[in-house]
């Protein structure tokens, strides 16, 4: 029987809806603000500005775009930053990654108030949550899977999760969250990356497998085992041979055979996706509340 599908843009949409209705009844206080900026012309960075501005827009929050060219400099880039920190109006702060080359990004990014840090990137969050803190700003696309998780399996205690990628955006981050003693976590946790000579024997072994790796249909039926749950991270852009010319966006599982195999998986698109925006505003709304003590 092929497994129960995780529709992350369902959930996404649960939780926009909730959001909206927080915002509404905060109203006396404001509202919240969040800038996003954007540096060089990088298309898919471009499409992920307008879906963050479009999210904003739908649930009330104010956004605030302040797109250049790679020329911009990275001096500029961080007196922007500075005087963004020091703006009332302005809860949130996101820098759009990939920065064109010759910016700094640890710079960047520890430039960034860790109060406003609603990526969840600068070192100060990312150690609060090495140590268990859970008021600190969480980096949205592990927040995303945790949540996904949680919904699909009510007790995490104990339960084998194997993260398949070792990037400080996801596999490490999420890694240090699920470990955690408490309700969202508790979990055994095994990182495994591209020096593990067979992948599969880690694999073998997850209860809950999440792919995060970057490499289209890395995760084959074979190395699922049966009635796992599994979540895509992968987001990969192949040529469609269907639409010769064109690409399709792939994840990191080979989907239609691991389907057969796990208890419930993620698609791509569709899964992971909308819930990284979503926790991103979830994000920005907890920063507005701090900013004005509420």
């Excluded at 949550?129 to 592990?142: E, K, L, N, S």
């Amino acid at each position: 029987m092929s497994a129960e599908i995780i529709d992350g843009k369902q959930i996404a949409t649960e939780i926009r809806s909730k959001l909206a209705e927080e915002i509404i009844s905060l109203s006396s206080h404001g509202v919240p603000g969040l800038a996003v900026v954007l540096i060089g012309n990088n298309p898919a960075s471009e499409v992920y500005v307008r879906m963050k501005k479009k999210a904003c827009s739908d649930i009330g929050v104010n956004s605030y775009e302040y797109s250049f060219g790679e020329d911009y400099g990275e001096e500029n880039l961080l007196k922007l930053i500075d005087e963004l920190n020091n703006d009332s109006k302005i809860n949130g702060i996101l820098v759009q990654l990939p920065l064109p080359r010759g910016y700094d990004e640890k710079k960047v990014i520890e430039a960034i108030s860790p109060l406003k840090d609603v990526d969840g990137f600068h070192p100060e969050n990312l150690g609060r949550i090495v140590i268990g803190d859970r008021d600190c700003f969480q980096p949205c696309t592990p927040y995303g899977c945790q949540i996904m998780i949680k919904r699909t399996v009510k007790n995490l205690k104990g339960k084998h999760v194997v993260i398949v990628g070792r990037s400080n955006i996801v596999g490490k981050p999420l890694a240090n969250m699920l470990v955690q003693k408490n309700d969202m976590a508790n979990c055994i946790v095994t990182v495994c990356h591209s020096a593990s000579e067979d992948i599969s024997k880690f694999t073998l072994q997850a209860d809950i497998l999440v792919a995060a790796a970057g490499s289209p249909g890395l995760i084959k039926a074979d190395m699922v085992k049966p009635g796992a749950v599994v979540i895509d991270v992968g987001t990969n852009r192949v040529d469609d041979p269907e639409n010769p010319g064109k690409c399709k966006l792939v994840g990191d599982v080979d989907f239609e055979a691991v389907k057969e195999v796990a208890a419930a998986i993620s698609p791509v698109p569709g899964g992971v996706g909308p819930m990284t925006i979503t926790m991103l505003l979830e994000n920005t709304v907890k920063a507005f509340r701090l900013h004005n003590d509420i």
